[in-house]
């Protein structure tokens, strides 16, 4: 597979091999972790009478409005057997209650009966209890990160409650402590990934952030931060390079974040402050295979005006010089 790679390449194709490799064991370690946290290897759940896949189905019938068995199988992804005989066992123990489905006579909705709701509400009360106990030991920083891990994780793998898709609104923002190393990792995460940059990249991207923060001029210079269910999701910067010419800088947007007009957002966003500022130009510099960005600036009224070919980064690339008069 390696066949025909230079060095180089083959170097880096082992490195991503190893990180994928990497990876997966920080989830399945995650998985044990929090297995054990949430002490659902014990025999019973919460020292209740039941066990943890009793438990959770019990919480859907509590919780939900009226649901039926199939609804209940599709929502947990369980065996339809196992949850037959649950539901069965339930029934025997005086636990729950079925009325037929008034649309669907081959459907019942299920409900606690007044013997389940007693049974159920000390198991409620106790993983109320339990986890509000884990959260009063962080301070009120590590618990919003805590919630902002967990909100991603659902995220990410889609564990959408009501099975549609998590609403997406950015706001922006002016940079807080830490944002602006986000900018420069997240640069060089993003064009390692889809465009193979190397770390030579990295090092351009620190040297901007550092200079913009080291000669910030906050009368004619702005950066802003996109941010997304508390997460950073794009940034721009709007640095000073002359008193009649301001430069962008860094504009990205991070997929989870992508089709939501987020960059043309930002881009409009430093044109209006510079044209407050007192700016008589703009300009920028990027790449050709950035087609999205040379795209949002097009349709901003930036105009192509110079071009160069050279290899940066591990890889041939043509750098474009474009200039907007304000």
């Not at 068995?69 to 369980?78: K, P, T, V, W, Y």
């Not at 007044?114 to 109320?128: D, I, T, V, Y």
């Amino acid at each position: 597979m390696l066949v025909g790679m230079t060095a180089s390449d083959r170097r880096v194709r082992i490195a991503e091999r190893r990180s994928a490799e990497n990876h997966v064991a920080m989830v399945r370690r995650f998985n044990r972790f929090y297995t054990r946290q949430l002490g659902v290897l014990r025999r019973t759940y919460l020292d209740s009478p039941y066990t943890l896949g009793e438990a959770r189905i019990l919480y859907e019938i509590a919780n939900g409005r009226a649901p039926t068995a199939s609804g209940i199988g599709r929502a947990l992804d369980l065996d339809a057997g196992y949850l037959s005989r649950t539901l069965r066992n339930f029934e025997k123990r005086g636990l729950i209650e079925r009325q037929a489905s008034p649309s669907d006579a081959r459907q019942s909705h299920l409900a606690l009966s007044a013997r389940g709701r007693k049974s159920f509400a000390p198991l409620e009360r106790r993983s109320q209890r339990d986890t509000a106990a884990m959260l009063a030991r962080l301070d009120a920083a590590d618990e919003a990160r805590l919630i902002a891990a967990m909100r991603t994780i659902e995220q990410l793998l889609g564990a959408v409650p009501d099975g549609h898709a998590p609403e997406r609104r950015c706001t922006l923002r002016r940079p807080t402590p830490g944002d602006f190393g986000w900018i420069v990792k997240r640069h060089a995460e993003l064009y390692r990934q889809e465009y193979g940059w190397t770390a030579p990249f990295e090092g351009v991207c620190a040297q901007i952030v550092a200079d913009f923060i080291n000669k910030f001029d906050h009368k004619s210079e702005r950066c802003w931060i996109a941010e997304m269910n508390g997460e950073n999701v794009g940034s721009i910067m709007l640095a000073k390079d002359s008193a009649a010419v301001a430069r962008i800088r860094l504009l990205l947007v991070d997929p989870k974040a992508r089709g939501l007009g987020l960059g043309a957002r930002l881009t409009d966003e430093s044109i209006r402050f510079a044209r407050r500022a007192g700016y008589k130009k703009m300009t920028l510099w990027t790449h050709s295979v950035l087609t999205a960005a040379r795209h949002i600036y097009q349709q901003a009224g930036f105009r192509l005006t110079r071009t160069e070919r050279h290899r940066s980064w591990g890889r041939p690339v043509v750098s474009e010089h474009w200039d907007l008069e304000l």
